[in-house]
């Protein structure tokens, strides 16, 4: 089997409502990249690219289409379902830049999963038991919408939150009440500040959870690996590093620094699902707790995370957040319901899912053999 054509698609998220984090950063829609690999076998995969805007991680929509461009030479006639093989074209042809690769490598998965009958769950090590819990997001608002927003995400099903913080140290401080509350209420919550506290005040404000008796899961506290450790041993809070891990070397590095408790895998971060699953073999060997993600996406994306999660033992799956939460735009069906505040993964082939072509439009670029 050989890739013979590349389609690349490009379609915008408008946000229901505003979208903040620390620093004041706010986004009222999402641009997102579609691909579908076609090969000479008739089997269609499809992939998807969306970073979160351009000042979240190194990344922005248009990169991820320039990297796809540079990329397509070297990945036309690739076996698209030898995975590592891809990555490894992938990355001779053009090192770094894994927020463009997501796309190739989730629909090589793809496919590999429709030509096997099977669901990529199990070609990622198999199902584990039980439904994948989902966590909310909670956009940086007021302390009252902030709650607000949390009551009816709870009425949706949610019971795990992850609350954003907003990098004013007086303000976070207030806002562990709302945290407080979350957990009277019988719920779990995560205090992320998406790398927005300097090393100083994420020790306050982690001090002035411990003082109130909390012992809170902080969510990557400062922007570097480095400041977050130093955080979390001065104050003795345990941190799930996100925007800092993005290779599997961070992680060895974390494991043997007793670095963090937990591990946010976002797969357009790392390149795709099969360095994710690499750490997250990883990080399950090291007995790591996992919340698996992505920056943002449609159905496509949210198939492959759930693919992920699925795959990922229980004891140690954290949630899912849903890249599909935050907008109204469906481009593919097939993507399973929440039920409680849960998902299963499909039994169906590949990631599950149908494109809708009405949606997609026309294609910004196609390359073919």
């Not at 591990?263 to 790392?270: A, R, T, Y």
């Amino acid at each position: 089997m050989r890739i013979t054509t590349i389609r690349v698609y490009q379609v915008d998220l408008p946000m229901t409502k505003p979208y903040r984090l620390s620093g004041g950063r706010l986004w009222t829609s999402l641009d997102t990249t579609v691909v579908a690999l076609e090969t000479d076998a008739g089997v269609t995969g499809w992939g998807e690219a969306c970073p979160f805007g351009s000042s979240y991680l190194p990344a922005f929509a248009k990169g991820a289409r320039a990297v796809i461009d540079e990329l397509a030479p070297s990945i036309l006639g690739c076996d698209p379902r030898r995975t590592d093989r891809v990555n490894d074209v992938m990355d001779r042809a053009l090192p770094g830049h894994p927020y463009g690769k997501t796309a190739i490598d989730m629909a090589c998965w793809d496919i590999l999963g429709k030509d096997a009958g099977m669901p990529v769950c199990d070609l990622m090590g198999g199902r584990a038991e039980g439904a994948v819990d989902l966590v909310s997001s909670v956009s940086a608002g007021g302390l009252a919408e902030t709650l607000s927003n949390i009551k009816a995400l709870r009425q949706r099903g949610y019971r795990k939150h992850s609350v954003k913080f907003s990098g004013d140290v007086s303000e976070d401080i207030a806002r562990l009440d709302v945290v407080a509350e979350i957990l009277a209420l019988g719920d779990d919550a995560l205090c992320d500040c998406n790398g927005g506290w300097l090393q100083g005040d994420a020790v306050a404000v982690m001090e002035a959870a411990r003082q109130r008796g909390l012992t809170l899961l902080f969510e990557q506290p400062c922007a570097t690996y480095e400041q977050c450790l130093a955080a979390s041993r001065m104050v003795s809070q345990p941190i799930m590093l996100d925007e800092s891990l993005d290779d599997v070397t961070v992680l060895l590095r974390a494991i043997a620094d007793n670095a963090c408790a937990a591990i946010n895998i976002k797969i357009g971060k790392v390149g795709g699902l099969t360095k994710a699953r690499l750490i997250r073999d990883v990080a399950a060997h090291a007995g790591l707790t996992m919340s698996l993600q992505d920056t943002g996406g449609t159905q496509i994306t949210a198939a492959a995370i759930l693919h992920l999660a699925q795959s990922t033992p229980a004891p140690l799956r954290h949630s899912l957040w849903d890249a599909t939460e935050i907008h109204d735009v469906c481009l593919a069906d097939g993507k399973p319901d929440w039920v409680d505040g849960t998902m299963t993964a499909p039994d169906t082939p590949g990631l599950g899912i149908q494109p809708k072509p009405d949606k997609l439009g026309d294609p910004v670029a196609v390359y073919t053999v």
